[in-house]
């Protein structure tokens, strides 16, 4: 079956520090890779995305590249701000069906 | 325009009552689903539909009844809630049967049982 393993958290950063939020996953065939962001009282609203092996997804500063040969989908950003607080979610989307990661809490202090 | 809008935003009962939450989308989406987050911010999985036709019914107590009147709208009825209901339940759509396509949530409802 599909599944996806990130990062446990909770991850706390100051302001301008470097971010990594590791995620690797298992599923057959090709599916898209996604991480989404929750801020705090909202739902979850997507950051990037990977459609297929060494796609870069990029938004906001984030990026990520779709790593077909570690099963990996790493989220990085070069330097994080307080608005950056939030919990962040990796995904994949497998035949139709979606699989989350546990999620990853990000605290950015000043 | 909300994309997808859920309504209550918030929700406290007693345990016993029988409460249903409401969601529609306006993105002409095929697809819609519930999911469950839990008070660690763990999602899970409920239910998805597909053009009004339940596609997937994951393990949910039979309390929980969702009901698609048509495919922009997908509600969820909870009979005899538990303290255990406790979450925040969200909505969400995507189009069908595009794989690299991503959903897109609702802001959540906070279910509280007293």
């Known amino acids: 079956g599909n599944s996806v393993t990130q990062m446990e958290g909770p991850v706390t950063l100051s302001e301008e520090a470097f971010l990594t939020i590791n995620c690797t996953y298992t599923?057959?065939?090709?599916?898209?890779l996604f991480w989404y962001v929750q801020y705090p009282g909202e739902g979850l609203q997507l950051l990037l995305k990977?459609?297929?092996?060494?796609d870069k997804g990029s938004n906001k500063g984030f990026e990520a590249t779709y790593r077909k040969e570690t099963t990996s989908f790493h989220l990085e950003k070069g330097s994080v701000q307080v608005s950056d607080s939030a919990v962040y979610f990796c995904?994949?989307?497998?035949?139709?069906?979606?699989?989350f990661g546990d999620g990853t809490t990000l605290t950015v202090k000043p | 325009d909300t994309a997808v809008s859920q309504t209550p935003k918030y929700l406290v009962t007693q345990m016993g009552n029988d409460k249903s939450i409401k969601c529609e989308q306006n993105?002409?989406?095929?697809?819609m689903y519930w999911y469950k987050q839990d008070s660690k911010k763990f999602l899970k999985i409920m239910f998805s539909y597909n053009n009004k036709e339940l596609i997937i019914n994951e393990t949910v107590p039979n309390r929980f009844s969702p009901k698609s009147p048509d495919k922009a709208h997908l509600n969820l009825h909870i009979n005899s809630l538990e303290l255990g209901d406790s979450a925040v339940y969200f909505c969400a759509s995507s189009r069908l049967g595009r794989e690299n396509t991503e959903a897109f949530f609702g802001q959540g409802t906070r279910l509280t049982v007293v």
């Open positions: 990977a459609t297929k092996a060494d």
């Open positions: 993105l002409g989406h095929d697809t």
């Open positions: 995904a994949l989307k497998n035949a139709g069906k979606s699989t």
């Open positions: 599923a057959t065939g090709y599916p898209s």
